[in-house]
C-alpha cells in the first residue's frame, strides 16, 4: 500500500532550524514529483517546495528561498525539508504529497494523488 510519513515536526524559536523527513513506502520515487504543503490554522494550504525525481530540479515558494531546501535520498526512498531561520509565521502544519510523473514541478495542490498525515512545526518563542 503506498504510503507517505512526515517526521521531524516540533517546537522551535524564531531562527531556529527543523528537517522535516517524507519517507514513502509502498512504490519507490522515481517517477514522481515531491511537494512539501503547509496549512496554518484557517489558512487555505499552500505550496512550500517540491522535487522531481526523474533530475533533481527543485522549486521553492517565494517567501522560503534561501531558507528552506528540499533534498532525497534515493537509497532511503525519502525527501527531507531543511527549514532553517524560521519565523513565527511558517508555524503550520506541514505535509509532503507525491504525484506520478517525470516532468511535473508545481506546487498545485491539487495535482497531487497521495498525502501524508502532516507533522506539525510551531515557531514561537
Known amino acids: 500500500q503506498l504510503q507517505l510519513v512526515e517526521s521531524g515536526g516540533g517546537l522551535v524559536q524564531p531562527g531556529g532550524s527543523l528537517r522535516l523527513s517524507c519517507a514513502a513506502s509502498g512504490f519507490t520515487l522515481d517517477y514522481y514529483a515531491i511537494g512539501w504543503f503547509r496549512q496554518a490554522p484557517g489558512k487555505e494550504r499552500e505550496g512550500v517546495s517540491c522535487i522531481r525525481w526523474s533530475d533533481g530540479s527543485t522549486y521553492y515558494k517565494d517567501s522560503v528561498k534561501g531558507r528552506f531546501t528540499i533534498s532525497r535520498d534515493n537509497a532511503k526512498n525519502t525527501v527531507y525539508l531543511q527549514m532553517n531561520s524560521l519565523k513565527p509565521e511558517d508555524t503550520a502544519v506541514y505535509y509532503c504529497?507525491?504525484?506520478?510523473?517525470?516532468?511535473?514541478?508545481?506546487?498545485?495542490?491539487?495535482?497531487?494523488?497521495?498525502w501524508g498525515q502532516g507533522t506539525q512545526v510551531t515557531v514561537s518563542s
Open positions: 504529497a507525491a504525484v506520478r510523473s517525470s516532468w511535473y514541478l508545481g506546487l498545485g495542490p491539487n495535482e497531487y494523488d497521495y
